[in-house]
C-alpha cells in the first residue's frame, strides 16, 4: 500500500516522483523535442530576393480584390511579418537590393575590423601598463 502523497514531506515527495529535480546536464540535442519535417518553414528564413517577390505577390492579390489578411496567408506568412518585411524591403528594386547586400557584408567586415583593432588596442595597453 502506497503511502498517500500529502503526507510525504515535500522534499520526500519530490524524490519520490521526480519533480522539481533539475537534471545533472541539460540536453542540447534538440533532435528529440523538435522532430524536423520539411515542410516546416519556420527553421528556415526567406531570401530577401524571395522577400521582395512575395511583396509583389500580395500588391497583386490585393489589386485582385482580396484582403490583406487573405493575401498575406496565401503567400504564407502572418501580417507581423508581412508587415515588418514592408518596412524594411518595400519598393526595392533587384539593384537596390544587391547594392543593399553588398552595404551589409562590408559593414560587418568593417565592425569585425574595428573589433579586432580595439583588441589589439586593449592588449598593447595592458602590455604596456605591465599588468601581465
Given at each position: 500500500?502506497?503511502?498517500?502523497?500529502?503526507?510525504?514531506?515535500?522534499?520526500?515527495?519530490?524524490?519520490?516522483?521526480?519533480?522539481?529535480?533539475?537534471?545533472?546536464?541539460?540536453?542540447t540535442n534538440?533532435?528529440?523535442?523538435?522532430?524536423?519535417?520539411?515542410?516546416?518553414?519556420?527553421?528556415?528564413?526567406?531570401?530577401?530576393?524571395?522577400?521582395?517577390?512575395?511583396?509583389?505577390?500580395?500588391?497583386?492579390?490585393?489589386?485582385?480584390?482580396?484582403?490583406?489578411?487573405?493575401?498575406?496567408?496565401?503567400?504564407?506568412?502572418?501580417?507581423?511579418?508581412?508587415?515588418?518585411?514592408?518596412?524594411?524591403?518595400?519598393?526595392?528594386?533587384?539593384?537596390?537590393?544587391?547594392?543593399l547586400?553588398?552595404?551589409?557584408?562590408?559593414?560587418?567586415?568593417?565592425?569585425r575590423?574595428?573589433?579586432?583593432?580595439?583588441?589589439?588596442?586593449?592588449?598593447?595597453?595592458?602590455?604596456?601598463?605591465?599588468?601581465?
Amino acid at each position: 500500500m502506497h503511502p498517500d502523497p500529502s503526507f510525504l514531506s515535500p522534499l520526500l515527495h519530490r524524490k519520490v516522483y521526480g519533480f522539481g529535480v533539475p537534471p545533472l546536464k541539460w540536453s542540447t540535442n534538440w533532435d528529440n523535442i523538435i522532430p524536423f519535417q520539411e515542410d516546416q518553414r519556420w527553421l528556415e528564413r526567406d531570401k530577401p530576393e524571395e522577400i521582395v517577390l512575395k511583396l509583389r505577390q500580395v500588391e497583386v492579390l490585393q489589386g485582385q480584390g482580396s484582403s490583406i489578411a487573405d493575401a498575406v496567408r496565401q503567400i504564407g506568412v502572418t501580417q507581423q511579418t508581412y508587415y515588418r518585411w514592408r518596412k524594411e524591403y518595400d519598393g526595392m528594386s533587384r539593384d537596390q537590393l544587391k547594392r543593399l547586400k553588398e552595404l551589409e557584408t562590408e559593414n560587418t567586415r568593417l565592425r569585425r575590423a574595428v573589433s579586432d583593432l580595439t583588441l589589439d588596442k586593449m592588449i598593447l595597453a595592458e602590455a604596456a601598463r605591465g599588468n601581465f
